[in-house]
């Protein structure tokens, strides 16, 4: 049971819905709690401790319905109800004689537990159907069913054995189908779209190692991993809001109350945002690592003040202009390649940059700034002056 519950969150994840670990203990619990026989009841219990949402809910009740489908064989409405004793005890296996009789629930569980021995949840490529169909096949016991489906065959005398060869053909043909059908409902729901993917490529690469074709997906992922950080963030402002109560408000409108404190007051701590001075490094060496943590940054707007962007290379210049005038792509991309831009693309030069800096706008630096230098720290054998940092 732990095993089936444990598949149908997998699928469910894959889905789309945020499971935790303790989430998932929940859903065994309530699973063993109320049991298998009434498909509503479980429904509705596991519903309860893994869907949060609205959302959340509909892609839930897609994945339990084919996640839980049971209608995945179509057993023949001609099979026989008996067969002659002598061609039953040809009949040597039990798919072949779940075949013969369209023994529905028999070849339901042969499925299952096919799917179940060859791992089946480990699917994730189209690819992959045809192979996992033929393992599946090969351990319900196909090989068994042909060789019983040729000596029955092989009787051209035997109208009885011929007879059962017709029933056990489309027994075989009806298996076939339900196990496609089964190895395709398995790859809907563990299978991984192309874009999720390109997701998972792009998360586990190296920042330096992805072509600049695919930043705007990287856009994309940027922006899922601000939203996680900003739920946690407001979740936490959230209850610091209940800190700490403050007795002479809450008392002062408590006078119109008969002092009667209906209305408590709280101690808010004003959360300044801070301001934000990036210092990118624009050479080539570390040009897409930069544009990274810029997207990442100007995706965090809305929890920083303000944020100015100086450029350098071998000298340094400000481009905050460029990313207020234009959207942060095409930003990024005019700050390596705009000739307008004040800046010398030669030899990366941290003396010259440093020094600029503390002359030019060090004194926009308050208690309130930080301060970011995005670069890799090679100076070409200048003066690298690290003792300017030391304001």
């Avoid at 409902?185 to 993917?197: N, V, W």
């Avoid at 234009?326 to 941290?350: F, H, K, N, V």
């Amino acid at each position: 049971m732990e095993d089936v519950i444990i598949n149908f969150i997998a699928a469910l994840r894959n889905a789309g819905v945020r499971i935790s670990v303790s989430e998932s203990l929940d859903a065994v619990r309530a699973a063993l709690l109320v049991g298998f026989s009434e498909r509503q009841a479980i429904k509705d219990s596991l519903a309860a401790t893994l869907a949060k949402s609205v959302g959340e809910k509909e892609k839930f009740d897609a994945c339990f319905d084919r996640y839980f489908s049971c209608d995945f064989f179509n057993s023949s409405k001609n099979a026989p109800r008996r067969i002659d004793p002598e061609i039953g005890s040809m009949i040597d296996s039990d798919i072949a004689s779940m075949a013969i009789y369209g023994d529905a629930a028999g070849i339901a569980a042969l499925i299952r537990d096919a799917a179940q021995a060859s791992d089946i949840s480990s699917i994730r490529y189209s690819t992959q159907r045809n192979i996992y169909s033929a393992r599946m096949l090969e351990i319900m016991g196909m090989p068994q069913l042909d060789s019983t489906l040729g000596r029955l065959k092989s009787m051209q005398d035997s109208g009885a054995a011929q007879a059962a060869a017709v029933h056990l053909a489309d027994g075989k043909k009806r298996i076939i189908e339900a196990v496609r059908n089964y190895v395709e409902r398995e790859y809907q729901l563990y299978a991984k779209s192309s874009d999720d993917l390109m997701e998972s490529y792009l998360k586990t690469t190296r920042l330096t190692n992805i072509e600049q074709y695919y930043f705007g997906k990287m856009h994309e992922i940027i922006q899922k991993l601000v939203k996680q950080l900003e739920d946690r963030y407001s979740r936490r402002v959230k209850a610091a809001k209940r800190g700490k109560l403050d007795y002479k408000k809450t008392m002062r409108k408590g006078v119109c109350y008969g002092g009667f404190m209906f209305e408590p007051f709280w101690k808010k701590k004003k959360m300044d945002r801070p301001d934000v001075i990036a210092i990118c490094d624009i050479s080539r060496s570390v040009s897409r690592v930069v544009r990274f943590f810029l997207m990442f940054l100007y995706s965090m707007q809305k929890r920083i003040g303000r944020i100015r962007i100086l450029a350098f290379c071998s000298n340094l210049a400000d481009v905050t202009d460029i990313f207020e005038k234009y959207p942060i792509e095409e930003a990024l991309s005019r700050m390596q390649d705009d000739p307008s831009i004040p800046i010398i693309r030669g030899r990366t030069d941290y003396d010259r940059t440093l020094t600029e800096f503390k002359e030019h706008y060090l004194s926009l630096v308050t208690k309130n700034t930080t301060v970011l230098i995005l670069g890799d720290a090679r100076n070409n054998y200048y003066n690298s002056r690290a003792d300017i940092l030391k304001m």
